[in-house]
């Protein structure tokens, strides 16, 4: 039996450096397309993730303190200012103090000693203006100084409380010592240094809820006012 002649396959280097010449132009292309717009995307990239940190603050605020802050990423505003509450009270501490009166009149002595315990709350005022400024290089979280909003009486007690022959002691020294209690409690909480202590305790909460490498700051005092971007 007669066998059929085979077809001898010949390569067609014409073919195949027209296919790498062809590949080579696509790469070259694509490659070009990416770097060309590699500032683009990496913009857009950039915008997205100030973005989602400032909806994370604004979320940080929102679960902390009831409200939105005023929120800028790099100088445009992104959220305005929505509140429902006037003050956000931080820290509170138990402060106890003592005070003594004593008048003497024509060689008779009056006295009256009392001790006060208090809950002494630090924090706080929101109706000044509370903003976020977000950017790359980090977070400005702009506040005003803590201060003290609240001193709440938890227990009086009088030591001791003593008439003179023909100097009594009136309700109204009593009322006035009364009344000393909690602007004592106030001045021993600031000078032990409760409203840095709030200051300290939103750093961190917000810290922790924002979660981001960049770096926070809270910057205290008055907040400048960014102008809403032309349309």
Avoid: C
Wanted: glycine share 4%.
């Amino acid at each position: 039996m007669n066998e059929l002649p085979r077809r001898e396959r010949k390569f067609s280097w014409a073919l195949a450096f027209t296919l790498i010449i062809l590949i080579g132009a696509a790469l070259i292309a694509l490659l070009f397309w990416r770097v060309e717009t590699w500032p683009m995307r990496s913009a857009q990239q950039s915008s997205a993730e100030l973005e989602r940190l400032g909806r994370k603050a604004r979320d940080a605020f929102v679960h902390i303190a009831g409200l939105q802050p005023r929120i800028t990423i790099n100088d445009r505003v992104y959220l305005e200012k929505t509140s429902a509450v006037a003050e956000l009270a931080i820290v509170s501490r138990k402060t106890e103090v003592e005070h003594e009166f004593e008048h003497t009149w024509a060689g008779s002595t009056k006295r009256v000693k009392l001790h006060g315990s208090f809950r002494v709350k630090a924090g706080f005022d929101l109706k000044n203006n509370v903003a976020v400024d977000v950017r790359d290089n980090g977070i400005a979280v702009q506040v005003p100084h803590a201060i003290i909003l609240g001193v709440e009486q938890e227990q009086v007690e009088v030591l001791e409380f003593a008439n003179g022959l023909w100097n009594r002691v009136t309700p109204e020294d009593l009322q006035k010592e009364l009344a000393a209690l909690p602007k004592l409690a106030r001045e021993k909480a600031e000078q032990a240094g409760l409203t840095t202590e709030a200051e300290q305790a939103l750093q961190k909460q917000l810290e922790e809820r924002i979660d981001t490498t960049r770096p926070l700051q809270l910057v205290f005092g008055p907040v400048p006012v960014t102008p809403a971007p032309k349309p």
